[in-house]
């Protein structure tokens, strides 16, 4: 049976020490989040993660969800008690304003539970993961109306969320979709239509569900401009504003899928269900993008989540499978075997995981603290700048710590041999559940394209021209310093790949723009390089000024993360050069082939 | 439903014009083997392969084995009637000596039958793919009258052969093993043991199974010197040779697996199993090692066998899925939206896959041959030189074919969407069962060793050194030739980066042998890179040449190969500089940690 525990004092290491997060007490929920509550609240929801949530997620995959007959919906046994914990303890709410019942901490402790979450339970996470990304859509677009009658129950979590895009024939390309939505005179409107791959669709959890909708309202223009956004609920609200008769909204089949059994993907059909408008007519996109770049960091840290709880579990594996001789002599002279952890093979792989799952989890919580600045800084600029780089770096985390997490899990697999391909190890899970995370909400060969196209070109370049100024300052401060040497020879080097790049963008794409296309992939695996790269070398100086400081027992922790992250410099970082080769050969030799040739 | 269409026009392209099969035509089987008979041989596997195995691939995947209460084991439903059409066409024995009933033609043939077999039903393909390593174990090290007895029903398929070798506590360290053979005086065992992870271990196809099964004779030494091989079938031959009564080996359990659910990988229980040795006492390692060499090329063809599945269904759904616009603009201004082919980065995915594809199909072919050669001639110089290549490449062609081929068809998921992740689009299922070849067989990672800890130093580096003289020489012949311009760049600039990584083992390796194991893998990635370059100079060399002669309508077949080999080498190479960087740090960073740091 696998097993997770919470990466609490990393997390806290990163918060305080790495990414000062005390310096940002001037925002509101920051000064209430003093280091000793968020150390209690860390605490608790590790205790959450690991001993309620965690113990179902093996036989949540197994049993998976099932629909009956009359259309209803059940999750895996323990998922409706662990998700009444969930509701009783007020996790939902936590950083959510204090008007609609939350307790206003910052959104990054949020995220930071759902890396914990997720990486004890993947399927089980998602159910909260989408009420917040729904809760965040209408607390910036919906009216008071809508937040006032919605909004309650969904930060208690009796009601949960859900998100509507996808249909048969549209996915990537919105502009095509169906469903339509008549107006009723009333201001509300009947919707009509089928969705698929609805995660979270429908389950037994929650009194009522809010279900996000994008449909065309009649007479709308053709193409993304004609689209707009709804909240339909499951059941429509009596007079006093509880669940009361359905609303014409059904589970038509249950998706069976490669991996998160325990969360029901449905086929969702409305059939002239009420809703009400969110936002503006016809600007529905905008709406749902905001819900989408709080939803695209949390699919990022799915993937860090998984490889952080698959490395864990190769590790236990590591030094429990006695197997063979140490190349250098036994280590283990007593006994019939060395452990497999002795062998550098197996240590080139726990370390690949695990560097990059520090740097990733250092560079989640750098890009969410950004979010944060850039809803609540009262400073038009720092707004502007924070708000930047969250966009700059959203398809970054959720390309890279995706793509990686995935990688990483498939690693820690091969790490148990032939166990690892046996269910009841739980490692091939980690991998089924993992790659999900790659593909939903936006493939990550779309989000390759949103940073190429849309990120990059943004307001002439505004945002990269900040990364680039921010990390070639950040080299400048510290170039001098000697125990960075290796951090700095790899930082530099990917940083001026990456530049390369960018400026073979602007030279070649501007007459091609397949050329930007070609890149793209590479470009986003490349600036994830200087990313992380450049979290690894804030890692460095923390640990060695904390070492220097006096490290309070904790030397021997931090000078592995000094190693761990010579590691990722020597061992990682070389990869940058081949990224720029790729990119730098441009398009012409893929263009040429008919698409009968393939 | 995905489909298949087995590459017969590539086969033959490579065996004739690349590889140029006939030149051996000197050796028994190959004479007979003429162009024409080799044409209608594939035709017809690849006819079986598409319209009897792969229609049941999927729901083999679905409905599994099913082990019953009286511990029999029934295959999914059609596999039974297909394995009797396998027997009555005579595949099994199609490279088997005629003396025992086959058909005498060069193994190669077999083994290309087998890439047909495993992209069709890698479940299935592994009953008689078994069967044939057991066969081959038998041919070279069993006495005559175990050959007599056995080895004409195993040639028809009317038995079939399994491997046991792992015990719950020793896989890779088969030193451990603990099953026990006692001798009965009249020249058999009795074998009692446990064996796990035994793949077709028990079915309902075959009238009797042949198991080769790894013991300890009583009082044999300790470790890997004490292991002998024994035949054991499941039921005992009457006086006649026919299946008589139960021989005390019977399936514990099937195990749960990630996929390849049509195989019953089994825990096999052996209670004084009546056994008989195969070759010398205590020299059961080495016999079995005949067997693995055959397997292990045999699992590297699955990692490429699911890889060309994976590409083809991958193909079909760029060009059907019409979503968004090519970036330069509508390529399908009549319909609502383009079809996914006209963006560079599904090209990218497409031709990065077919590009790996075509060059390892070489490269097992050419290795294949080689091992034909080191069996089948007379010259003992030729013999030894192509046994040497075919212990060097083995590693690569296991390891190399298994890594990418699951990459690829990760891949090739990745470009449905969310339907990727749906079981009934069939592209999860290439993922499940693709992942497997990773590990059986001796996971990757020993492979790695294998290559790096015994075959580059055997015989005082005899292999590696030919390999260089080969590929250098190759090099220097068509150095001047401009058409091959971008491959000579890509290959040389490879072969230099191989050998300054195998000159630093040398230099390293001898003082720490750790530091061969921490760059063990990447030179196994390097090695494939230069292997793969080398084919597809050779497909370039054989494609200028046939569209010089005049390419009898397959002109842009044709250049479609050279644009694919450009390809590899702009976009595929470039990784060969990261791996001689990796390789080159060492193995201080990952050894400086203790155990308990991780």
Same mark, same amino acid.
């Given at each position: 049976m696998p097993s997770y525990s919470a990466p609490v004092e990393d997390t806290l290491f990163l918060l305080k020490d790495v990414l000062g997060y005390e310096k940002h007490s001037n925002l509101p929920g920051f000064a209430e989040a003093t280091p000793d509550l968020v150390e209690a609240i860390l605490k608790e929801g590790a205790k959450f993660s690991e001993e309620i949530v965690q113990p179902l997620n093996q036989s949540g995959d197994k049993i998976g969800c099932t629909r009956h007959d009359d259309g209803t919906v059940t999750t895996p046994p323990g998922f409706k008690e662990a998700?009444?914990?969930y509701v009783e303890a007020g996790w939902g709410g936590l950083s959510i304003p204090e008007q609609y019942g939350g307790q206003g901490m910052p959104a990054t402790l949020s995220v930071i539970l759902n890396e914990y979450l997720c990486s004890a339970n993947q399927a089980f996470a998602m159910y909260?993961?989408? !009420?917040?990304?729904? $809760?965040?859509?209408?607390?910036?677009?919906?009216?008071?109306?809508i937040k006032d009658t919605y909004l309650p129950k969904m930060v208690t979590g009796e009601w949960t969320g859900t998100m509507n895009l996808t249909e048969p024939h549209c996915g990537t390309d919105l502009g095509m979709l169906r469903t339509k939505a008549a107006p009723q005179?009333?201001?509300?409107? *009947?919707?009509s239509g089928t969705k698929i791959f609805i995660s979270a669709g429908d389950q037994d959890l929650s009194e009522n569900i809010v279900h996000l909708v994008l449909a065309r309202i009649e007479g709308a223009p053709e193409g993304t401009k004609g689209i707009s956004l709804f909240v339909v609920p499951k059941k429509k609200l009596d007079a006093d504003g509880n669940p009361g008769e359905m609303n014409g909204v059904s589970v038509g089949s249950i998706e069976e *899928? $490669?991996?998160i059994h325990g969360n029901a993907t449905c086929v969702m059909n409305y059939d002239e269900s009420v809703g009400y408008l969110v936002g503006e007519e016809n600007k529905g996109l905008r709406a749902m993008f905001v819900m989408m770049n709080e939803a695209r960091l949390g699919v990022g840290i799915q993937g860090l989540a998984q490889s952080e709880v698959a490395y864990q579990n190769a590790v236990t594996y590591a030094k429990d499978r006695i197997q063979g001789r140490s190349l250098t002599g036994p280590k283990n002279p007593e006994k019939q075997a060395d452990p497999i952890i002795v062998h550098p093979d197996v240590r080139r792989v726990l370390m690949t995981i695990r560097s990059f799952n520090e740097a990733a989890r250092a560079l989640y919580m750098w !890009?969410?603290?950004? @979010?944060?600045?850039?809803?609540?800084?009262q400073d038009d600029a720092e707004k502007q700048a924070s708000d930047d780089i969250m966009g700059l770096l959203t398809p970054v985390v959720k390309g890279v710590l995706t793509d990686k997490g995935f990688d990483n899990t498939v690693m820690a697999q091969q790490l148990y041999g @032939?166990?690892?391909?046996?269910q009841e190890w739980g490692m091939e899970q980690f991998v089924r559940d993992a790659r999900i995370a790659m593909i939903y909400?936006?493939?990550?060969?779309?989000?390759?394209?949103?940073?190429?196209?849309r990120k990059l070109p943004a307001n002439g370049g505004r945002a990269i021209q900040a990364w680039f100024k921010e990390v070639g300052a950040f080299i400048k401060e510290h170039e001098g310093d000697e125990e960075l040497g290796v951090y700095m020879k790899g930082l530099k080097q990917s940083l001026k790949d990456l530049q390369a790049a960018t400026m073979w963008f602007m030279q070649n794409a501007m *007459?091609?723009?397949?050329?930007?296309?070609?890149g793209s992939t590479d470009y986003m695996h490349l600036f994830g390089l200087v990313a992380l790269g450049y979290m690894w070398t804030k890692i460095a100086i923390a640990a060695n000024r904390k070492i220097k400081d006096g490290a309070n027992g904790q030397e021997d922790w931090l000078k592995t993360k000094l190693t761990l992250g010579t590691f990722f410099m020597e061992r990682v970082m070389p990869e940058s050069s081949a990224h720029l080769a790729r990119i730098s050969t441009g398009s012409e030799t893929m263009m040429s082939l008919d698409a009968e040739a393939f």
């Open positions: 998700y009444q914990s909260p993961g989408l !009420t917040a990304g729904a $809760m965040a859509a209408l607390l910036v677009h919906a009216n008071d109306e005179g009333d201001g509300s409107y *009947k919707i *899928k $490669m991996g !890009t969410s603290l950004h @979010g944060d600045v850039s809803h609540l800084s @032939g166990h690892g391909y046996i909400e936006g493939a990550n060969g779309v989000q390759a394209l949103d940073l190429v196209g *007459k091609n723009p397949d050329d930007a296309g070609a």
